[in-house]
């Protein structure tokens, strides 16, 4: 856990080897990624190669107090009760030996030193952005960073995440709202696409994101928009909050001039709003980055949180 580079090589290495190959991915209930996650990027990786079998073994039958030669043999027992009858056995592990000793199969090694790919799954996951360049691309959406840019109208959320997206070579997710409707005049079905949309462009952005996801706004605002302008937020905006979790949140403070466009119709009301935005984060029990000053003060504020994150 994860899938890496190091593991694809295996597996091609593997694969060029024999007639058809099964992949035993092994996975415990306390794992720290999901089997359905893992098996999905397996599948995405390998998708098309027929002769790529990827099967899920619960482990719950290794004693990892027992000596390595113990544990293999208890291993070779169920995956000889579980699979066909193994040729060859492929690993990068020292167990891989005693293993294939175990089933009656040939050993072949791969990298066992672990010189053309020098990681391993634990520290990818301690420290992914480290060992970006190890991970698959479908695999890259799990660790991204998603940043919220978040508060009351024209307070530079959608300036900041184009110039935050270009500084960090990444992608940003637009207010798609303004993609959609072009005044304040909506109806809960408009709100409701607003918030489907959002999210679908969220996860679309994601796929291609690099290490981190700027978001010009979130579900939150568009249920506080809904409740201002319709007077009703319709139960489908929280279960789509439910898909989605932020590591930082940056609310912008209203300590800049107010600018009107074809939407903006709350200059008055800032204050107010801004109250709002923060008791909504307040009653999630969300942590913020309070974001103020000049615009050139703002990018020095948001500048410190994401170096502190790649770190």
Same mark, same amino acid.
């Given at each position: 856990m994860p899938v890496h580079h190091g593991h694809m090589a295996l597996i091609e290495f593997a694969a060029n080897r024999c007639d058809e190959l099964i992949v035993s991915m092994s996975y415990r209930e306390d794992d720290p990624i999901s089997y359905e996650l893992r098996l999905l990027w397996l599948q995405e990786i390998f998708r098309g190669r027929d002769s790529i079998r990827v099967d899920v073994v619960l482990d719950d039958f290794d004693d990892e107090s027992a000596p390595l030669s113990q544990r293999t043999k208890q291993?070779?027992?169920h995956i000889q009760r579980i699979f066909p009858p193994v040729n060859i056995l492929f690993a990068s592990e020292p167990y891989g030996e005693p293993f294939a000793l175990h089933l009656g199969a040939e050993y072949q090694p791969f990298d066992p030193e672990?010189?053309?790919f020098p990681v391993s799954a634990t520290e990818i996951r301690d420290s992914p952005f480290r060992y970006w360049s190890f991970i698959p691309e479908p695999v890259r959406p799990y660790f991204v960073?998603?940043?919220? +840019?978040?508060?009351?109208?024209s307070t530079g959320k959608s300036s900041l995440a184009v110039e935050m997206a270009a500084r960090y070579d990444t992608n940003y997710v637009p207010e798609v709202a303004r993609e959609m409707i072009s005044s304040n005049e909506f109806t809960v079905d408009d709100i409701i696409a607003i918030g489907h949309a959002q999210l679908k462009r969220m996860e679309e952005k994601l796929l291609t994101a690099n290490k981190i996801l700027f978001c010009d706004t979130d579900v939150i605002t568009t249920q506080i928009y809904s409740q201002h302008y319709l007077g009703v937020v319709p139960e489908v905006l929280y279960e789509i909050e439910k898909k989605?979790?932020?590591?930082?949140? +940056?609310?912008?403070?209203i300590d800049v001039p107010w600018i009107a466009d074809g939407l903006r119709d709350l200059g008055d009301r800032r204050e107010e709003m801004m109250r709002i935005f923060r008791d909504e984060l307040g009653k999630r029990n969300l942590n913020y980055v309070l974001v103020t000053g000049s615009f050139v003060e703002r990018k020095e504020i948001i500048d410190r949180e994401i170096r502190g994150l790649l770190s």
């Open positions: 291993w070779s027992y672990r010189r053309k960073k998603k940043i919220c +840019f978040y508060g009351p109208e989605v979790n932020y590591d930082v949140y +940056f609310l912008m403070d």
